[in-house]
């Protein structure tokens, strides 16, 4: 594990940097959260427009009220919308956000983990 975490392996080393690393790493993935969040919820607007459009004045049974919100989610909300967004460009936008806030030193970017590998799912 140590290999994929370059923090883990200050850790490991008794090296004192490792403290900043791991706190590195962990806002590294709180900004990917936040991100992730932000990318998300640019969607979330049109399909909750189009719900209330759909339902408005309607009294609908819980069956009928989930099929319309289906048809709604299937017409206003991408499939993949990380991967649609680009993962690298995702990826590199919370590097630099890090650096920009001054949220990290530019040099703790080395001790970030290589996250490509926890999201290879959404390419397939």
Same mark, same amino acid.
């Given at each position: 594990? !140590?290999?994929?975490?370059?923090? #883990?392996? @200050?850790?490991? $080393?008794?090296?004192? *940097?490792? =403290?900043? &690393? ?31 459009? !759909?339902?408005?004045?309607?009294? #609908?049974? @819980?069956?009928? $009220?989930?099929?319309? *919100?289906? =048809?709604? &989610? ?37 001790? #970030? ?12």
């Amino acid at each position: 594990m !140590a290999a994929q975490r370059p923090a #883990l392996r @200050l850790a490991l $080393d008794e090296d004192p *940097r490792a =403290d900043g &690393a791991l706190n590195a790493e962990r806002k590294f993935w709180e900004e990917l959260d936040r991100h992730r969040i932000q990318i998300l919820e640019r969607h979330l607007r049109p399909y909750v427009s189009a719900v209330r459009k !759909a339902r408005l004045g309607r009294q #609908l049974s @819980l069956r009928d $009220d989930h099929a319309l *919100r289906v =048809d709604c &989610a299937a017409r206003h909300l991408p499939l993949n919308p990380l991967k649609d967004y680009g993962l690298q460009k995702y990826f590199e936008e919370a590097r630099t956000r890090l650096i920009a806030l001054s949220l990290i030193p530019e040099v703790a970017l080395t001790w #970030l983990p290589d996250v490509a590998k926890y999201f290879e799912w959404l390419n397939k």
